[in-house]
């Protein structure tokens, strides 16, 4: 089993910038797998915001985030982080990293979960 932790949610104000870490543990390594980031709001359904796979230059994004946001990985650290910038106060949510061996942006191809960093946006 994959342990998940993210970090770095915060408050910040529209416009701003915020990167978030995903660090994995219980494992050899990462390096096969598809890292991603969900994200929840109150009362909404937990939406794909953008994965990575093992090839370093491919990732996918959402289009709400595309341009905004940079997702990467450090497989040495066994590390998964997400860049945000331009940030709106829809992106205020719980953002969750997620692990799978299948590239997919359903959650129900994730099998490893961490237990979620908040991220607020402020208008």
């Known amino acids: 089993q994959v342990l998940l932790a993210e970090s770095g949610g915060n408050l910040v104000q529209a416009g701003g910038s915020l990167r978030l870490s995903c660090v994995a543990s219980?494992?050899?390594?990462?390096?096969?797998?598809?890292m991603a980031w969900f994200r929840q709001a109150p009362g909404k359904e937990r939406e794909f915001v953008a994965y990575?796979?093992?090839?370093?230059?491919?990732?996918k994004y959402a289009d709400s985030v595309k341009g905004r946001f940079f997702i990467s990985r450090d497989n040495a650290k066994n590390t998964v982080y997400l860049q945000m910038g331009s940030l709106k106060p829809e992106d205020t949510a719980t953002y969750y990293c997620?692990?799978?061996?299948?590239?997919?942006?359903?959650?129900?191809?994730?099998?490893?979960w961490g237990p979620g960093t908040q991220v607020t946006v402020s208008s």
């Open positions: 997620a692990r799978s061996v299948v590239a997919g942006i359903s959650a129900e191809y994730y099998e490893d």
């Open positions: 219980g494992r050899w390594s990462l390096s096969n797998d598809i």
């Open positions: 990575i796979t093992m090839s370093p230059g491919y990732a």
